[in-house]
Every structure is written in C-alpha cells, then in structure tokens.
C-alpha cells in the first residue's frame, strides 16, 4: 500500500508513524485509518520492528480529530461504520503486541486523543494539547473516547472533559495521568526516540507479556488478574531472553536479548 496521508519509516527497530496532513491539523479521514491499519499489519509481522511510536506533522498538531469535512455527507448508519471501523483499528494498534508510544507534539484531540489513548502511553510535548471537543460539534467522541478516558482518568473528569468539550495543557493531562512525561517541544521527538530505542534493546516476549497481562488485568478483578501475571512470569522463564537476562545480571555484563516473541 503506497500511504498519501501519512509516513512511515523503521531505524534501529523503531518504526515511526507521521500523520502527515498538516494542513488540516492531520485530521484523520477513512483513507488515514486505513493507512494506519496497514502499518499496524506490517509492524506486527515484521520482526524487525519491536517499537512503534506515532506523532504528527508540523508544527501545531499531533491529531487533531475526525476529518470534520466528511461530516455533512454521512448518515448515522455511515457514521456508526465509521465509528466502528475507528474503533477496531485502534484496538488492534492497542493489542499490538510490541510497545507503542505516542509523542504528542501538538494538537492532540478528539479522535487524536483518542488514538492517543490507545497507545501504551503517551509523551507529550508543552505545547500539546488535549480534549476530547466532540460536544461542540453536537456529536460525542466515537473511537472509544468515553471508554478509555473514563478508565484512564476516572469517570467524573472523563465527563466533565467530554461534557465540556473543554481543552486542557500538557501539564494539566499530566497531573490527570492522562500523559506520562512532558518534554520541551524541541526535544520532544528526539526524547520519545531515545525511549523507543532502549525499549527496543529489552526483551520483546517480556514487553509483550507486560502489555498483555496490564491490558487483561484492568477489567477483571485483582485475583484473576495476578494469576494472569503468575502464568505469564512462569511462561517468561522458559524463553531464551529469561535465560540471557538472568545469566547477564550473575556475570555481570550486558544482556543481549535475541528473543523473538515466540520464544
Ligand atoms: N477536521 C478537518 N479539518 C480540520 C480539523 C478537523 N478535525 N481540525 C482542524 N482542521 C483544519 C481547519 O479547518 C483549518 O483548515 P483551513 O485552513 O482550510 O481553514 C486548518 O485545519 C487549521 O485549523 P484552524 O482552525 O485554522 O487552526 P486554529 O489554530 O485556529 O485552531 C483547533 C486549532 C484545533 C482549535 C481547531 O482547528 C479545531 O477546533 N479543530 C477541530 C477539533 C475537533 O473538534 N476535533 C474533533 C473532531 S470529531
């Protein structure tokens, strides 16, 4: 698939992800997603690929929302499609089993933070800023907003921002736990990188046993969700990375994990 609407490059393990429509504030239109889906199918095959991290073009926006342009054409059973197919997208980049970073360098709203939310977490730049302003529009969020910001943020600010439509700063999401680190925007995409590749550097089959058992955990209750844990740190030790972490660590060097995610 040759991508219009966005870019896509792998270095050293890390694959990136531009949405690349700056001048609409890389706003996400059907064919966008579409594009995004076929680089999820791509990093997910490729070994060569163990860090996935999205940001957006330009200098104003991350994503700023659903193409609001298509709007006036669709009718509430496209809009429900449209919804739906947002929604499977982004819940397979969130099952992606490798880690996956948003680094929020501006805009980052609606259908954006949404996305956002779907990834493992999010860096963000001063400049960025996050809302969920569907209210505004007379329409609600579609790609999962109600859901995973009312399980990231609790449910009382989960409405008050989708109820609001209101915008809030890098530094306010922080403090909701909604972003997990904020960087100058200069050095911003230069400090996500770095992350990305010391991720890159650990064990895959250990991140992806992280991100499946946090992921599975959340929804079901404490008990089950450690005997999830207690299954999966069993089934860690009889991978090679298991057996090269722990050799390194006694002969105190550096591990070289060579693991693929299924062994
Ligand atoms: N869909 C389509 N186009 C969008 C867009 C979106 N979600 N967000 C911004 N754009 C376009 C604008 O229409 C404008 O296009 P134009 O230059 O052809 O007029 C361009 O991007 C720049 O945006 P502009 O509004 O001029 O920038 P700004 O700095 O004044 O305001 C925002 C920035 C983000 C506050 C404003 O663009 C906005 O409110 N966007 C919509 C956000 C939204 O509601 N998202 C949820 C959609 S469901």
Redesign the pocket.
Known sequence: MTYENILFEVRDGVGLLTFNRP???N?LNPATIEEVNDVIERVRKDDTVRVLVLTGAGE??FV??????QFPRMNPFEARAFAERGQEVFAKLEELPKPVIACANG?T???GCELAMSCDFIYASDKAKFGQ??I??G?IPGFGGTQRLSRLVGRARAKELCMTGEMIDARQALDLGLVAKVFPAEQLLEETLKVASRLAAKSQAALRAIKFVVDRGVDVDLRSGCALEAEAFGAAFAGQDAREGVAAFLEKRTPDFKGSLTS
């Open positions: 001048k609409a504030l706003a104003k926006a700023a929302g659903a193409d609001i342009t805009f709203l609606g259908g302003p569907e505004n529009l329409i």
